[in-house]
């Protein structure tokens, strides 16, 4: 084969943009792993990126999709991590291995700044990939690289979740509710707020203690607060940003921490320096996290045996498809595209 099918943003702004094309199979140069991507998954910031609302700079006519697995069909000169026949997956920053997030990652972001997963083939510097358990199917590890890592990490910083915390997530999204399958293999109590009596459910069904149905108890923060005996809990992951952050910050106990990862509702919001202030907050963004942060954690879900929780999949010719189920808000889990 000389060829593969990929996919491009070559106009963003609107579906559209998202272009099928046949592109000659790039060869490993130096240090440099061809691999065959059997799965792809989205976030909501493929769709901000498509709608041009992302907000940093991206290549242009890029290959999106941060997020995928594969199979190593062919590896360069001085390759070491990897060999031929290997199950990988691809981290979401290229050459961030350890450490804290430095400026001059901001260039490697995988399927914005650098070619991603939507395409048959994809050519990565061996720094960014990671081995996948062997319990884990190319489907399921696909939803892993940035929703994931971003849950695993997020719950970690500042301080490492402990047994007996609690911690509030936002929504059944991926980091949502890899957040609570994490809590819940450490012992932490998870609290949820949702739009709906169905997803609701669903999060009780998955280990949620309560949720809370944002669309009918609008003043969400105070039940969160009852909840938590009146304190405010450990840790909240705030995924909507404008419309969420304030009362975040109303839920979380003196001394906790915001882990700030999406944007979902907005880039504003208003966070009232007093509210920091006055209830000693740590607020920290997420940048989703490195490759060791996401070795780490595929170490924890094998132990565990934790699976990703997936929300449809949907066949190569259909990912406009994956792009509507995404944006319509209705998912629960992950949407994934099926390249095998």
Not at 103 to 124: H, K
């Amino acid at each position: 084969m000389t060829q593969r099918k990929v996919v491009r943003v070559t106009n963003k702004g609107d579906q559209e943009a998202l272009k099928l094309h046949q592109d000659t199979l790039p060869s490993p140069e130096s240090y440099e792993v061809l691999v065959r991507i059997k799965a792809a998954s989205l976030n909501y910031r493929d769709i901000a990126l498509l709608e041009g609302n992302y907000p940093a700079s991206t290549k242009p006519n890029v290959v999106p999709l941060s997020d995928g697995a594969g199979e190593v069909v062919a590896v360069g000169k001085d390759v070491a991590r990897v060999k031929v026949g290997d199950r990988v997956a691809v981290s979401c920053t290229m050459h961030w291995v350890g450490g804290p997030y430095m400026s001059e990652y901001q260039a490697q972001s995988v399927g914005f700044r650098i070619d991603g997963m939507l395409a048959e083939y994809g050519l990565f510097h061996e720094n960014a990939l990671v081995h996948l358990p062997a319990y884990l199917s190319y489907i399921e590890a696909a939803s892993l690289p940035c929703a994931a890592v971003t849950a695993w990490t997020s719950l970690n910083m500042a301080t490492p979740l402990q047994p007996g915390q609690t911690i509030l997530i936002q929504g059944t999204g991926g980091v949502s509710l890899f957040a609570l399958q994490f809590a819940k293999i450490v012992g932490a109590r998870v609290f949820a707020i949702t739009s709906s009596d169905e997803k609701a459910e669903t999060l009780r069904k998955l280990g949620a203690e309560s949720v809370v149905n944002y669309s009918t108890h609008p003043e969400w923060d105070r039940e969160i607060l009852a909840l938590a005996d009146g304190k405010g809990v450990d840790k909240v992951l705030d995924i909507a940003g404008e419309k969420t952050i304030v009362k975040s910050a109303a839920s979380t106990r003196i001394g906790g921490v915001i882990s700030l990862i999406g944007f979902a509702s907005g880039f504003g919001g208003g966070l009232p320096p007093i509210d920091i202030l006055s209830r000693s907050l740590t607020v920290m963004g997420s940048t989703i996290g490195s490759r060791t942060n996401f070795e780490d954690m595929l170490r924890a879900m094998a132990v565990h045996h934790v699976r990703p929780i997936i929300d449809r999949v949907y066949p190569f010719a259909e990912y406009n498809e994956g792009y509507k189920r995404i944006k319509s808000g209705n998912h629960i889990g992950k949407v994934v595209i099926d390249l095998a």
